[in-house]
């Protein structure tokens, strides 16, 4: 596609983790993207009102050769993890969790969360680090206004905001607040290829309007990004961008890998209860199953050219 495009992703709903599944939209991977940069999953949930929905509450699950952040709107999640970390997601502050080689945690929103709302976003990991050790990280931004919109950079650099947040490839993370009826300019890396995540509102974004929960996909080459809202109310999206990735990766449930044997015995290694994994204490449940795997091999995905 040209630079001058732009590509409309749209959601689908997936039921995540367990019992008590909470329904969320999925904008990546999907058919026609896998990846923009390194982010490779995008799920957008709520506003859910907790006390219809139950909330969430997802048991100790594994993951392998990615990255998780988790960015709420509102609400509050308790997290817990086989490194031993206990913290709580909450609006305007980033949980980045490191899988690599292999961790697992749960999540489990708070008794006095009333609205659950935000996204949970997962990043590959390159081959040169996809078995680096558990690790965790967290990170407040401060709000930054520019022009009619206020902005949270949770990952990477934008608008003379840097975040300090450690990633293995360059990125952009960043939530966006605009005014109603604003027009916002942003320089951006032309080396970047660029996914705008809308939540609320109507956003123009260079010339095509997204609506909640579509996702505006532009290739490298931009070095501005121009954003209008087009409601006559306040308008909320998540930029996500960074270097095309020029990785095939494996995805499966919760893992990330490069062949369809890795996959299998990332699986294993979990049925099997082995130390890869760690454990997660604290969380009053069993953790989750993993599924069954297709009886046809997996196969490595990639962006279209």
Same mark, same amino acid.
């Given at each position: 596609?040209?630079?001058?495009?732009?590509? +409309?992703?749209?959601?689908?709903?997936?039921?995540?983790?367990?019992?008590?599944?909470?329904?969320?939209?999925?904008?990546?991977?999907?058919?026609?993207? %896998?990846?923009?940069?390194?982010?490779?999953?995008?799920?957008?949930? /709520?506003?859910?009102?907790?006390?219809? *929905?139950?909330?969430?509450?997802?048991?100790?699950?594994?993951?392998?050769?990615?990255?998780?952040?988790?960015?709420?709107?509102?609400?509050?999640?308790?997290?817990?993890?086989?490194?031993? %970390?206990?913290? @709580?997601?909450?609006? /305007?502050?980033?949980?980045?969790?490191?899988? /690599?080689?292999?961790?697992?945690?749960?999540?489990?929103?708070? =008794?006095?969360?009333?609205?659950? &709302?935000?996204?949970?976003?997962?990043?590959?990991? #390159?081959?040169?680090?996809?078995?680096?050790?558990?690790?965790?990280?967290? &990170?407040?931004?401060?709000?930054?206004?520019?022009?009619?919109?206020?902005?949270?950079?949770?990952?990477? %650099?934008?608008?003379?905001?840097? *975040?300090?947040?450690? %990633?293995?490839? =360059?990125?952009? /993370?960043?939530?966006?607040?605009?005014?109603?009826?604003?027009?916002?300019?942003? !320089?951006?890396?032309?080396?970047?290829?660029?996914?705008?995540? +809308?939540?609320?509102? !109507?956003?123009?974004?260079?010339?095509?309007?997204?609506?909640?929960?579509?996702?505006? @996909?532009?290739?490298?080459?931009?070095?501005?990004?121009?954003?209008?809202?087009? *409601?006559?109310?306040?308008?909320?999206?998540?930029?996500?961008?960074?270097?095309?990735?020029?990785?095939?990766?494996?995805?499966?449930?919760?893992?990330?890998?490069?062949?369809?044997?890795?996959?299998?015995?990332?699986?294993? !290694?979990?049925?099997?209860?082995? !130390?890869?994994?760690?454990?997660?204490?604290? @969380?009053?449940?069993?953790?989750?199953?993993?599924?069954?795997? #297709?009886?046809?091999?997996?196969? =490595?995905?990639?962006? =279209? *050219?």
């Amino acid at each position: 596609m040209s630079v001058d495009e732009v590509e +409309v992703l749209t959601a689908r709903d997936v039921p995540l983790g367990g019992p008590r599944a909470v329904t969320v939209r999925r904008t990546l991977p999907q058919r026609a993207r %896998t990846l923009i940069g390194a982010w490779c999953f995008a799920d957008h949930y /709520g506003p859910d009102r907790v006390a219809e *929905s139950g909330g969430m509450d997802v048991a100790p699950h594994p993951h392998t050769g990615l990255q998780t952040v988790s960015w709420l709107f509102t609400g509050e999640i308790e997290h817990r993890d086989s490194l031993g %970390t206990h913290a @709580y997601v909450r609006p /305007g502050e980033i949980n980045l969790m490191t899988g /690599g080689h292999g961790i697992s945690h749960s999540e489990v929103s708070t =008794p006095d969360t009333a609205v659950l &709302h935000g996204v949970q976003l997962w990043l590959a990991l #390159p081959d040169a680090h996809r078995h680096t050790p558990r690790d965790f990280q967290h &990170h407040a931004p401060k709000s930054v206004r520019v022009d009619g919109a206020d902005l949270k950079v949770f990952l990477g %650099t934008l608008a003379g905001e840097t *975040s300090p947040v450690r %990633t293995f490839t =360059p990125l952009l /993370g960043a939530e966006l607040l605009l005014d109603p009826g604003a027009t916002v300019t942003l !320089d951006v890396d032309p080396a970047f290829e660029h996914g705008l995540l +809308v939540d609320e509102g !109507d956003v123009r974004l260079a010339g095509t309007v997204l609506q909640p929960a579509e996702l505006g @996909y532009t290739a490298p080459g931009r070095t501005t990004l121009t954003l209008v809202n087009e *409601s006559a109310h306040r308008a909320r999206a998540v930029l996500l961008g960074g270097t095309p990735f020029g990785e095939e990766i494996v995805m499966w449930w919760n893992f990330i890998a490069r062949t369809d044997a890795e996959i299998r015995q990332a699986r294993e !290694d979990w049925t099997a209860a082995a !130390d890869r994994f760690g454990e997660v204490h604290g @969380y009053p449940g069993d953790r989750l199953p993993a599924p069954e795997l #297709p009886n046809t091999t997996l196969k =490595p995905r990639k962006n =279209p *050219s």
